[in-house]
């Protein structure tokens, strides 16, 4: 059955484009692992290739789109060996991360994180999936800019994206997922860095990391 998106015309319209095409996915009008083909989104939004293109590079840098070798672009769609691949890796490079945030962190940063962890328990506290999930991976990426090392945090970013795309979109379409719980799991981290104990550090990450695993298999694989 077709998708009929209304016609856009602004200055932003890659931005309205990317947004339309993200809150489809998320309320699951776009199914995971669903094929985009780029002409027909054009023609349904009554723009450009160049329009749509750009829209779907954004929602790559996202997670929620997947290009493959033969240059077509997915939905997201994560299967239970993927994402144990991910954590896998994940628990590797976060606990080392962290372990460094905990040595290298200044006032500042600590502060920083701080807030960022207010603004998640804000959003568990209105029950916003979205920017839970956003605020979320904002304090990750904050933990790993702390260790100093573009490598790694790029590293970081690019292998958990699609394990928050992917959350993002499966608790949206499931629910049943308790926020405020998740939002606790992230206190330790936190502690131990204004502590600046890398030893405390390296375990809060590699127990929180077995929780989400738990978190993951329960609402998201249903295993």
């Keep these: 059955m077709p998708i009929a998106f209304e016609q856009l015309s602004s ?23 669903e ?16 329009a749509v293109r750009e829209a779907l590079i954004e929602l790559e840098s996202d997670g929620f789109v997947i290009k493959k070798p ?12 993927a994402a144990q691949q991910v954590f896998a890796v994940r628990r590797l ?18 502060a920083r994180l701080e807030a960022l962890y207010l603004t998640l328990l804000d959003a568990a506290r209105n029950e916003d999936v979205q920017l839970f999930i956003q605020r979320d991976f904002a304090l990750h990426t904050a933990i790993w800019e702390l260790a100093r090392n573009e490598c790694l945090s790029a590293t970081l970013r690019r292998v958990a994206l699609p394990i928050f795309a992917a959350s993002a979109i499966r608790i949206a379409t499931r629910g049943a997922f308790d926020l405020a ?29 077995e929780a989400w695993l738990d978190q993951a298999r ?6």
């Design 93 to 110: 490079l976060e606990v080392f991360a962290i372990e460094e945030a905990a040595r290298l962190a200044t006032p500042d940063d600590i």
């Design 35 to 50: 094929r985009l083909v780029e002409r027909k989104l054009a023609a349904e939004f009554a723009t450009s290739l160049t």
């Design 70 to 81: 033969n240059s077509s672009t997915y939905v997201t769609k994560l299967t239970w060996e």
């Design 181 to 209: 719980q998740d939002a606790q799991l992230h206190l330790p981290l936190l502690d131990a860095i204004r502590g600046k104990d890398p030893v405390a550090a390296r375990k809060a990450m590699e127990d929180s990391m």
């Design 11 to 33: 200055p932003t319209l890659r931005v309205r484009i990317a947004e339309k095409l993200r809150e489809a996915i998320l309320n699951g009008t776009l199914r995971e692992g």
């Design 218 to 223: 329960a609402h998201m694989f249903d295993r």
